[in-house]
């Protein structure tokens, strides 16, 4: 089992740039899948982007393509998403999430969630 905390969230302007990070603890974290998703108010929780736990070709939103950057650091047990070029349209809370399974987009084929961290953009 892992343990994720997502953290870096916060209030910022269109344009700026943001990176969360998502801290695993427990045994092999890092040889979990981790993808981030986000929620927007009124709205279903949908992908962002996701990297399988050896760090090969990341999987992106087309919303996000170009704008946003998935990493990991698996000597300190933390996956990141550099965040650039914001819109308002990103207002989301974001939510990290781990996968023993196929590395996906899908929701569902993640089984440990953290509790989000709120981003929101100003125009």
């Known amino acids: 089992q892992v343990q994720l905390v997502e953290s870096g969230g916060g209030l910022v302007q269109a344009g700026d740039s943001l990176r969360l990070s998502c801290a695993g603890s427990?045994?092999?974290?890092?040889?979990?899948?981790i993808g981030w998703f986000r929620q927007a108010p009124g709205k279903e929780r949908e992908f962002v982007a996701a990297?399988?736990?050896?760090?090969?070709?990341?999987l992106y939103a087309d919303s996000v393509k170009g704008r946003f950057l998935i990493s990991r650091d698996n000597a300190v047990n933390t996956v990141y998403l550099q965040m650039a070029s914001l819109e308002p349209e990103d207002t989301a809370i974001y939510y990290c999430?781990?996968?023993?399974?196929?590395?996906?987009?899908?929701?569902?084929?993640?089984?440990?969630w953290g509790q989000g961290t709120q981003v929101t953009v100003s125009s």
């Open positions: 999430a781990a996968s023993t399974r196929d590395l996906t987009t899908n929701q569902v084929g993640y089984e440990y």
């Open positions: 427990g045994r092999s974290f890092s040889t979990y899948h």
């Open positions: 990297r399988n736990w050896w760090g090969g070709s990341p």
